[in-house]
C-alpha cells in the first residue's frame, strides 16, 4: 500500500525485451533461463512441452521469488526453531533445498508419493501430483529472533546484520503476536494454490522435530506486479495497488534498491534482501460505505483509470502537490520519503469471516528491500497521518534477511550464513 | 475414542480372518486318528500323545487328571490364541478342534487359570507354511500382548470402583475415580479398537455418535458429573454397564491380532488420538482430564516402540536415535503440568493456554512424523 518510483517511467531493458516482453501468467518464466513447463509426477520430469505453469529455474545468484513475475497465488509461513544443535538445524536447511529443489521443478518430494513401501508414509502428500510446476517459487528469509535465540548454538551471533532488528512500533499497529515475527519463513508462490499448499506443507512435515509453524497466510489475487506490461493488479479496496513497482527487469532499480550490496554487510547476505511482512486488515464494510470522491482523495488516484489527481493516465507521473496533503500516494511516494523505494510483492486475503460477520480481508504487504531503515521503516513512519488508517489496521508483522540464492545443485539455502565447515 | 473407522490393527485383524484359522470347541469328535491330539493335563504336567500333526483340521483330546480346573490354549508363536477351553474341572475330559495352517504353535495347560502356563511345542506339517517371522519380533509381540492383557486387568478394578462411586451416587468420588479409571484404555487403544465392536460402547463421544445410536459409556458418564452435576437411575445403569463392556474387552486381549506392524502403527495411532482428540481439549471436554489420557497414550505408545527397538535399531539407527530423543522432550514437556513426577494428578486442560496448547501440539507432531516411520524400519531388512 506503499507508492514508490523513481520518477522515471521504467524502460524495459534489453532482457526483458527477450525475457519479459508480454509476460502474462503462462509466458512469465521464459527468461528464467531453460524454464520447462512439465507435469508432476511421482518419477521423473515429464515435459509435456506447454508453456502454461512452466518451472522457473530454482537455481542462481539470487533466490526466485523477488524480481521473479508475481504470480498468482501465496502461502507465506513464518517458522519457529526447535533444535540448539547447529548440525541439525543445518541437515533440515540441506533438505529443505533438496525439496525445494523438486518441487518447483514439478516434481515429487523425496521417493514420490506413491509406490513405495506400503508400511511407511509416502514422503510426498501427493496433492499436486499431477498439476504443473505452476511457477512455483520458494523463497527463505532469516528472522531477528533466529539470531537472538540462536545466535550463541548456532555460531551466527556475530554474523548477525544490523539492520536486522525487529521493526518498531508503528502509529496505528495493533499487532497479534501469534501472526507475527518467526525465526525463518519461506514465501511460496506459485499460480496454481494447491501447489503453494503442498509446498509449504511438504517442507513443514520435513521440518518437525526442527522447526514449527508460528503463523502462516494464504494469498490471493497478487497486488502488486514486478512486470509493468501487465494490467496493474487491484487490492480488496477496489484500486490500483502497485503502478510504480519496481518490474523486474529494473536491473539499476534492483541493485539499488532491493539487492544487499557487497559493501553494505554482512558478506553472506551480498546478492540477498530484506523482507518486511505485514498482515493489514481493511475495514472492507465503512470503506465501501465510503464516498467515491473521499475514497479518491484518499488514494490520491481515480478509481477507475488510477490516474493521479489532475493527471489523465494510470502513468502519468504524480503531482504530489495536488494531492491533499493526507493522501496515501503522496505520503508513500519516494519524493516524500527521501528517495525511499521498495520492492512490493503482496497478497489479498480473505480469511472468511470474523465473530462480528465481517470479512476478515486485507492486504497481505509484502516487500523487498536493500535495508528495511532506509526503506519500509522510512515509508511506513511518514504514513502515520495517512488518511488510509482510518480504514485499515496492521495485524501482523515481521522482518526477515533473505539470503542470495542457491547457485547450484551441491548449494542449499543458507549456505553463505551457516557453511563454514559444510 | 476415534471415528469409525479401521484402525490399523483392525485392519490386520481382517485381513487374518480371511487367510489363517479358525477356531472352535465343540463337544463330540469327529477328526481322524492322525489329527487327534491327546492332551492329558496334571498340576504339573501338560502331555501331549504327538508333537507333529498335519496342517488343517485337528482336534484336542483333553483329559484333566489333575487337582485344579485348567484350562488348555493352543497359541501362536507370538501367544495370540488361535483357540482356547477354559473350565476343564478336574477328572473332566473336554475337546477342543482348531482349522491351523502349517508351521509351529504352542499348547499350553494353565492350571489353577493362572499363568503363562506348562508349555509343549508342537508342529502343524504341510505346504504353505507362513515364513518365520524374526524370533525377536515374535517375543516382541507377546511381550506387547501380555502389556495389553495387564493394563486390561489393572482396568477392571479402577473402573469398578468408578463404577461403585457413580451407584453410590457419590459425585465427588466417582470424578476423582473417573480418569484413572481410563488409563490402561488409553495406553493400548488401538489393541481395544481392534475388536470393533468395543470402542463405541464404552469410549465415545457425543458427536461421534451414529443417529439412533445410544450414547453410553465413559464420556456418557463424564457429562453427568461434570456438566449436569447429578447421577440418576440411568447413570448407575451405565456404570455398571462399562464393566461389563470393560471385562468383555479384557478377555479378549489375548485374541488380538498383534503383529510387529501393528504395534508400530498402534504407538503412531496412539500419538494421533492426542494430536486429533486430547490436545484439542476434545476429548475430555467436560472434566478437562485430557493430559492424563495424553500421558496414558504417550506411555502405550512408548512402550510399543521399546519392545520394538532392538529389532527398528538394526534398521535404522537414525530413526532410533531420533525416537529416543522425542519421546524424552515430549515427557519432559508433559512434566511441567504435574507437581509429582509419581503421580497422574494433571492440570486440568481448561487451564492450559493456547501458547501452551500449541507447544504440547508441536511436541506430538515432533514425535508422531518420524514415529510414522517406525513400522517401516520394522519390516524392512
Redesign the interface.
Known amino acids: 500500500m506503499t507508492e514508490t518510483s523513481t520518477g522515471s517511467s521504467p524502460s524495459p531493458s534489453r532482457r526483458a525485451l527477450i525475457g519479459w516482453g508480454g509476460a502474462g501468467l503462462a509466458l512469465g518464466a521464459a527468461a528464467a533461463g531453460g524454464a520447462v513447463a512439465m507435469a508432476r509426477t511421482g518419477d521423473d520430469v515429464d515435459p509435456v512441452g506447454a508453456d502454461t505453469g512452466a518451472a522457473i529455474g530454482f537455481h542462481g545468484a539470487r533466490q526466485a521469488g523477488i524480481a521473479t513475475p508475481v504470480q498468482d497465488r501465496l502461502h507465506f509461513a513464518a517458522f519457529d526453531v526447535k533444535t540448539d544443535d547447529r548440525a541439525e538445524f543445518v541437515q533440515m536447511l540441506k533438505d529443505w533445498t533438496a525439496a525445494a529443489r523438486r518441487m518447483t521443478a514439478g516434481q515429487a518430494v523425496g521417493e514420490g508419493a506413491y509406490g513405495g513401501l506400503a508400511e511407511a508414509p509416502p514422503d510426498d502428500t501427493g496433492e499436486a501430483l499431477g498439476l504443473k510446476p505452476s511457477r512455483l517459487t520458494l523463497t527463505i528469509g532469516f528472522g531477528p529472533s533466529l539470531f537472538e535465540k540462536y545466535g550463541e548454538a548456532f555460531g551466527i551471533a556475530d554474523a548477525r546484520p544490523e539492520a536486522l532488528e525487529e521493526l518498531p512500533k508503528f502509529a496505528g499497529d495493533n499487532l497479534d503476536r501469534n501472526r507475527s515475527g518467526g525465526d525463518l519463513c519461506v514465501q511460496a508462490c506459485a499460480d496454481d494454490p494447491q501447489v503453494a499448499v503442498h509446498a509449504i506443507r511438504n517442507l513443514a512435515r520435513i521440518g518437525m522435530g526442527k522447526v514449527v509453524i508460528r503463523w502462516s497466510q494464504l494469498g490471493f489475487g497478487k497486488t502488486s506486479s514486478t512486470t509493468p506490461e501487465e494490467q496493474t493488479p487491484r487490492n480488496l479496496m477496489g484500486f490500483k495497488d502497485g503502478t510504480r513497482n519496481i518490474a523486474g527487469t529494473e536491473t539499476d532499480r534492483l541493485e539499488k534498491f532491493v539487492w544487499v550490496g557487497e559493501e553494505d554487510g554482512p558478506r553472506w547476505l551480498a546478492g540477498g534482501s530484506y523482507l518486511v511482512a505485514r498482515r493489514i486488515r481493511m475495514h472492507i464494510e465503512t470503506w465501501d460505505r465510503t464516498s467515491l470522491q473521499e475514497q479518491e482523495d484518499i488514494f490520491g488516484r481515480d478509481k477507475g483509470e488510477g490516474a493521479p489527481v489532475g493527471k489523465a493516465k494510470e502513468r502519468d507521473e504524480p503531482f504530489l502537490k495536488a494531492m491533499l496533503p493526507d493522501a496515501h500516494v503522496r505520503l508513500a511516494h519516494p519524493a516524500s520519503n527521501d528517495g525511499a523505494t521498495i520492492l512490493r510483492r503482496g497478497y489479498s486475503f480473505t480469511d472468511g469471516t470474523d465473530g462480528l460477520g465481517r470479512l476478515d480481508a486485507g492486504l497481505f504487504f509484502l516487500a523487498y528491500q536493500r535495508d528495511p531503515r532506509t526503506g519500509f521503516i522510512r515509508i511506513q513512519r511518514n504514513l502515520a497521518t495517512d488518511a488510509l488508517n482510518e480504514y485499515i489496521q496492521h495485524v501482523g508483522s515481521a522482518l526477515f534477511a533473505v539470503p542470495p540464492g542457491v547457485r547450484d545443485k551441491d548449494d542449499w539455502w543458507g549456505r553463505t550464513l551457516f557453511g563454514k565447515e559444510a | 475414542m476415534r471415528p469409525a473407522r479401521l484402525s490399523a490393527v483392525a485392519a490386520a485383524a481382517t485381513v487374518a480372518a480371511l487367510t489363517a484359522v479358525t477356531g472352535c470347541t465343540e463337544k463330540g469328535s469327529s477328526a481322524g486318528g492322525d489329527r487327534v491330539v491327546t492332551v492329558t493335563a496334571t498340576d504339573d504336567k501338560c502331555e501331549v500323545s504327538k508333537k507333529e500333526f498335519p496342517a488343517g483340521h485337528v482336534e484336542l483330546a483333553i483329559e484333566n487328571k489333575g487337582s485344579k480346573v485348567t484350562e488348555v490354549y493352543i497359541l501362536f508363536p507370538d501367544d495370540r490364541i488361535v483357540t482356547e477351553r477354559e473350565n476343564i474341572g478336574p477328572g473332566t475330559k473336554q475337546t477342543v478342534t482348531a482349522e491351523v495352517k502349517a508351521g509351529d504353535y504352542t499348547i499350553a495347560c494353565k492350571p489353577g487359570m493362572k499363568g503363562d502356563g506348562i508349555r509343549q511345542t508342537v508342529k502343524a506339517t504341510g505346504k504353505g507354511a507362513a515364513a518365520k517371522r524374526d524370533p525377536r519380533l515374535d517375543k516382541a509381540v507377546a511381550a506387547y500382548r501380555e502389556y495389553a492383557q495387564a493394563q486390561a486387568d489393572e482396568t477392571l478394578p479402577k473402573a469398578e470402583a468408578f463404577a461403585k462411586a457413580v451407584k453410590d451416587g457419590d459425585v465427588e468420588a466417582a470424578k476423582k475415580a473417573y480418569a484413572p479409571s481410563r488409563m490402561g484404555w488409553e495406553r493400548t487403544e488401538p489393541v481395544a479398537e481392534s475388536f470393533g465392536d468395543i470402542d463405541p460402547k464404552v469410549d465415545f463421544r457425543e458427536d461421534g455418535l451414529e443417529a439412533g445410536q445410544k450414547w453410553t459409556g465413559w464420556h456418557r458418564l463424564e457429562k453427568s458429573l461434570w456438566q449436569d452435576k447429578k447421577i440418576g437411575a440411568e447413570e448407575k445403569a451405565l456404570a455398571d454397564q462399562l464393566v461389563t463392556d470393560l471385562k468383555d474387552w479384557q478377555k479378549r486381549v489375548g485374541k488380538a491380532d498383534i503383529t510387529p506392524?501393528s504395534m508400530?502403527?498402534g504407538a503412531k495411532e496412539l500419538l494421533d488420538e492426542v494430536a486429533t482428540g486430547k490436545v484439542t481439549g476434545e476429548e475430555e471436554r467436560y472434566s478437562h482430564t485430557d493430559l492424563v489420557d495424553f500421558k496414558a497414550n504417550v506411555e502405550g505408545a512408548e512402550k510399543a516402540y521399546e519392545l520394538l527397538k532392538p529389532v527398528a535399531k538394526e534398521n535404522d539407527q537414525a530413526l532410533v536415535t531420533?525416537l529416543d530423543k522425542?519421546f524424552g522432550a515430549l515427557n519432559t514437556l508433559l512434566d511441567k503440568y504435574r507437581a509429582d513426577k509419581a503421580s497422574y494428578d494433571f492440570t486440568s486442560y481448561d487451564k492450559v493456554g493456547?501458547a501452551d496448547r500449541?507447544e504440547l501440539s508441536?511436541g506430538v507432531?515432533?514425535?508422531a512424523?518420524?514415529l510414522?516411520?517406525l513400522?517401516?524400519a520394522?519390516?524392512?531388512k
Do not use: I, R
Request: aromatic share 0%; no cysteine; hydrophobic share 40%.
Open positions: 506392524t508400530a502403527n531420533e522425542q493456547d500449541k508441536d507432531n515432533a514425535l512424523e518420524p510414522s516411520k513400522a517401516a520394522v519390516v524392512v
